[in-house]
């Protein structure tokens, strides 16, 4: 007990010290003032506009190296230098304890540093939602790393009587770990070679431990170094106990023991390398851990599954940090797959082989990276792959699939990865449900599902519906044997026990009785339906066509097994080539479309000739403009069928070309039918004082002149949705830690009883609506761009009465039985949807009219044309400096979600989001810059009081024992 006081006495007294002269209030000084300085104009945080404290900890690791240095180059070079070295070695307590305590006094002035930098992550708290994960993270990998320069600092603060010396000797050493890993001296050599000079380098292991995971190999690393350094330290003190000629067994066995113990740490360090499973994932939502649905898949798995890394030596140096991170990866599956998951990470330059194989086979091919130095441009062919096999199916993922470029004011690009587990395991269920689709279908299938024909009597029937009974009765006895008791078919009569059947069907599915054109006299009925304990699927029987039943029934069928890569119906306008290339003609939606081919089929609807293609397993119908009703019958059937429709409209949309920006009138052709189930579109816009920035065409006046320019604006058009204007409650948008609206209408619902209303997006308490079409930005006279916010029918500018402030649903969900739209309004002429001007008069029966929907109807409504459109996606771009999709995942979630994909939404979710700041003016950037400071200065000045109090309290002391 008395010895541990010993390392306490000497840390109490080495921080007494500190703050007696100088050198603890410089230290703190410059720390904090160089970190703030560097956090808000270096890095410009909030030219960023990201909530997070990266800048923070950005410079940490050369910010270290200096003050470390500094404060450590008088600890031991001042002993040897005044001589009180000698009073030190010459007690009875080890070396190591006055090594020890000199260590920790130098440690809690860096904490008490740190303690001053707490105001930044507390400030980007308050404004914007935080993951505190790397923060904390950050502040391990701050502690860990300046307890390492601190005893390198000891350690030749030991060696020598020149503090100046100590000095620079500290900046070399700890200058040269940090330069081990960084890119200036890894771009030298290829990946392997770099990926070792990483593992030794500081600054690359600190960068490990930001993003938010502690992984055991980092932590052993730097608490290996900082024990290392220590351990050299009490050997050179040892040393000077003797005479450099003696050679004492005492001097020997210490020499054997520190040897023995750096020789530990490296083997231990060696050793730990090869475990990449030991790690914690701080971050929100645990961003680099698999998460729970990829282990449900690699739990399907009956055959062994090969995931092959093509990783090049010589990349770019860009992507060579990033191949370690996906290694980790894929060995986490390899653990998770317990025996399953085949891993290999190969460099195709030294297999011709495989290089040959996966260019024919698996169509792998070298990219072209141009690598530039101060020195030459050089072209580099480098492979940065991933292929993902399954028995005789794979799919293979590039670098376009894995990395996001992100850019930011006054710094270099970033690439990080996006989201690679996400991209692994829908290459992992895609190649594991195409293996197994050379099975049958019912084998997919959990639960039994009964095909029920509600059909007449065949005298009733005519004679072309007869014919088609009897033929898909037909193939249904072939089907049901092989079923293997998973499908069942029966036929009922409407007409029978007095037709009760009749009106039990026509209250709950709306089934009517059909008729022919040629003989309205004669009723009949005609509806198939698939059902199981959960749900009822309606087959459409539109064309009656007994060709085409098998690949109908088929497609019902899909609803209800799992594993098939469903099949999205897109319904977007149609823009011609040519004004779409200047930005008229409506908006487009190349960025929508590709994202969804990722994870789903996709069809392009054509709505006009009345009907959804029979495989589709959902509807989307974005920005719809001028539809006819046939059109409009085509969804209203699709929705009675039990399906889901979302839909993305508004009365307006926008242009954007020759630097003016102009509002166009939008007719969607889909507003009565909306409004008969309850959704209204307003025809106004909602603005929003928590608005994001956008790069909006601006007028500036200047002596009478005007010009047009492009400014980065807070744009109240554009909505910034965040944790209070995002439902938390629905799987939709639970995740997505933010959403940018763009040009959105207010919904105001009227739902019916039995319905389901979810309010999915929301604006703030600050928004408010306008109707004027002058969405054209302003800048005054004084250089400060400001759009015009009118108020509602006056078109005047925001006064400051906040009366009309409110709450707008901006998307919703409404869920369960809906009435058909045609069943208070005459059906659509098929004759002229044709484009024929005359009616059909074929003796065919009409198509059964759908009243009502089952249960598991939905309809999705998001209130803009404009906030997936390309132009627009392409302008968050240029306002947050990375590949802003946003809203293509909500849609995609919403798709998830309705198709009750639950896995893959999950791991969606996961994904790396920009979580941005709110919109703020200069004078409040300002105040919060000053807060930040004010509070660091308040903390100093609080250490500074303490210290005061302390000397008052000791010289009261003092004056006590000699009785003054």
Known sequence: MIRDAVARRVAQKEVLLFFASPVAWLFLACFTAVTFFIFFWVESFFARNVADVRPLFEWMPVLLIFLGAALTMRMWSEERRTGTIEHILTQPAGVWRFVLGKFLACFTLLLLALISTLPLPASVALMADLDWGPVAAGYVATCLLGATYISA????????????????????????????????????????????LRLLGSGARFESITRGVLDLRDLFYYLGLTLAFLTLNVYSLERLRWSSGDSTPRLRHGRAA?????????????????????????????????????????????????????????????????????RDLLQEYAVAGKGKVHVEIVDPAENPQLEQEANERFGIHATPFQIADRYQSTLVNSYFSILVQYGSEHQTLGFNDFIEVRTTANAAADVILRNPEYDITRA?????YNYQMGGSLFERIDEPVELIGYVSADAALPDMLLAYKHSIKAQLEEIVPKSGGKFSVRFIEPESRDGAIAAQIAQEWGFRPMVTPLDQEKKFYFYLTLADRHQVVQLPTDAFDPGNFRTVLDAGLKRFASGFTRTVALSVPEVNDQMARFNLGGPTFNNLQEAITRDYSIRLEDLADGSVEPDADILAVIAPHRLDEQSVFAIDQFLMRGGTVVVASSPYTTELSDGELRLRDWDSGLQPWLSFHGLNVGESLVLDEQSSAFPAPVVRESGGYEFRDVKMLDYPYFIALRSGGLSRKHAITSNLPQLTMAWASPITVEHKDGQQLTTLLRSSPKSWLSNSTDIMPVESGTGNPEPEQPRPESGEPLPDSHEQYGQRKLGVVLEGRFTSFFSDHPLPDPGKAAGTGTSSTANTPAAGLLMHSPESARIVLYSSNDFMDDQILNAQVMASGTQYLGPVELLLNSLDWALQDDELLKIRSRAHFNRTLPPMERQGQAIIEYLDYGLAIAWLGLLGLVQWLRRRLRMRRYSARLGL
């Open 153 to 196: 600092g000891l350690f030749v603060s030991s060696r020598t009587d020149n503090p100046i010396v100590s000095l620079i000797g500290t900046v070399a050493i700890c200058g040269l770990l940090y330069l081990a890993g960084s890119p200036i001296l890894t771009g030298f050599f290829d990946t392997r070679a770099g990926e070792v």
């Open 258 to 326: 520190t040897a023995l113990v750096l020789v530990n740490l490296v083997l231990a360090n060696t050793w730990l390398a090869r475990i990449d499973t030991l790690r914690l994932d701080l971050t929100q939502g645990h961003l680099y851990s698999i998460s729970e649905p990829t282990h449900h898949f690699l739990a399907r798995l009956q055959e062994p599954l090969t995931i092959r890394g093509y990783f090049s030596a010589k990349t770019h140096p860009m992507l060579a940090p990033l191949v370690p991170q996906l």
């Open 428 to 432: 992992i269920k895609n190649v594991l």
